[in-house]
């Protein structure tokens, strides 16, 4: 199943932060390189380009984005739309391809912009194979050093084949974690950078305060995918676990975005669309953010002589080195009931409930005091992080024959986590069922009604007709997903 890319939280008041409250939070305002001639020069994605894989036309992109940088007195980016769609439009994914553009370019406000359209698709197969030919398109464009992508399928027994469209050198490619307690592929490739949720805090003044698990951020370990040389620092279950990382990503901690459907209103649809501001969440806000954050890294790198950094053998392991020093602590999420969706058990040896007791395949547990399977590392500390990122020589193979395994933690030896043996996929009938006001990741305006909306809880071939998700979530109307 492709994992509709979270879907959108519709708030009653644009609560969001705006893009200067959002960077300074994290440190990533601040950013300042030292060139090999001694000039200061601003990090900022300068020099790098950033490419995101999205579904579907949006022919209002480029001048929401222009709305979006007014009002924030951010600089309009050299922006390039590959459009593989043709004329087909859908206002979910016009509001996805929104969140991605808007949340990369706060972030990295000087980077360069490439948005890959990918074509729709009937099946689930046509879905995934034209997302595909999307990250390819993107890999094979000149400049690109940093692919993003806000969706997901379920785990299926053939992904492992696709590993490589995500190991090209000089390239880093991020993926959301998802919005429900299962992991997604392709967040789940060991050669893939996953990002995760978190509900950000600031203090009265704006300063970064804290940060809890936002209950919905998704995670586990790997049906299918090994453990990577990378991870043997926090577990040792032989599984890759996801994610890796975290950012902001709670609609009510979100950011604000501007967006206008290819469509009018009406059900002739035939007046002219109006654009609106609303809040965005979900880990596909993260994704992107973090697109920003590594293209402020190569850019530095590219400052000091240094080439910039790929994914697999370079940024992975060098994210990992940092462990504890580069990330903000995240707190578990106060919400503990298995009806909210979410990674839940996955926190760091917090947590009573567990997915591991209704479905074995899905191994949302704990791996250590420094890594979990709701946020992974943890947020970034923007400054020290970077720096730390930017001087790193670390490169590691991705799967390496001999374990290092922790002298202490959970993962050492006598305490590990529970090895999630992959197992035939459980039967289509669902195994639990969630509340009637339950709806995985949408709230309206209107009132406190939610709807619910059903997500297979099992786990099939992507070539098994299901449903395709993608990851965001927006404020003040609500378009279902696909």
Known sequence: MLVELDRRCLLSTLTGLTPSQLTSAYGLDGISFQTISGQSVQGNGAGQTIALIEMYHDPNLASDLHTFDQRFGLPDPALNVINQAGNQTNSSWGQEESLDVEVAHAVAP???????????????????????????????????????MSWGFNEFSGETQYDSSFNTPGITYIAASGDTASVDYPAASPYVLSVGATTLNLSASGTYSSESAWYDSGGGYSLYEPEPSYQRSVQSTGQRS???????????????????????????????PRGSWATYGGTSLGAPAWAGIIAIVDQGRLLTGMPGLSGATQTLPSLYAQAGSGFHAVTATSITSPWTGGGFDGWGGFGTWSWDSVWPDIGNTSTSA?????????????????????????????????????????????????????????????????????????????????????????????????????????????????
């Open 110 to 148: 000087a980077a360069s912009i490439v948005v890959v359209e990918a074509a729709a698709g009937i099946t689930n197969d046509q879905m995934f194979q034209n997302l595909m030919t999307a990250v390819q398109t993107a890999s094979q464009t000149a400049g690109v050093t940093v692919v993003s």
């Open 242 to 272: 996801t994610p890796d990382v975290a950012f902001d990503g709670d609609p009510n901690t979100g950011l604000q975005v501007y967006f206008t459907p290819a469509a009018g209103p009406g059900p002739d649809q035939s007046a002219p």
């Open 370 to 482: 420094s890594a979990n399977t709701q946020t992974g590392l943890g947020t970034p500390v923007g400054p020290g992080l970077i720096n730390a990122l930017v001087a790193s020589q670390l490169t590691a193979p991705v799967f390496s024959p001999t374990p290092t395994i922790p002298s202490s933690g959970l993962g050492s030896p006598g305490n590990s986590a529970p090895l999630p043996t992959p197992v035939p996929p459980p039967s289509p009938t669902p195994v639990h069922g969630r509340r009637r006001d339950h709806h995985g990741r949408v709230r309206h305006h209107e009132g406190a009604r939610k709807i619910h909306a059903v997500r297979p809880h099992h786990r099939t071939s992507v070539k098994q007709g299901r449903p395709f998700q993608h990851r965001s979530f927006a404020s003040l109307r609500h378009y279902r997903g696909i």
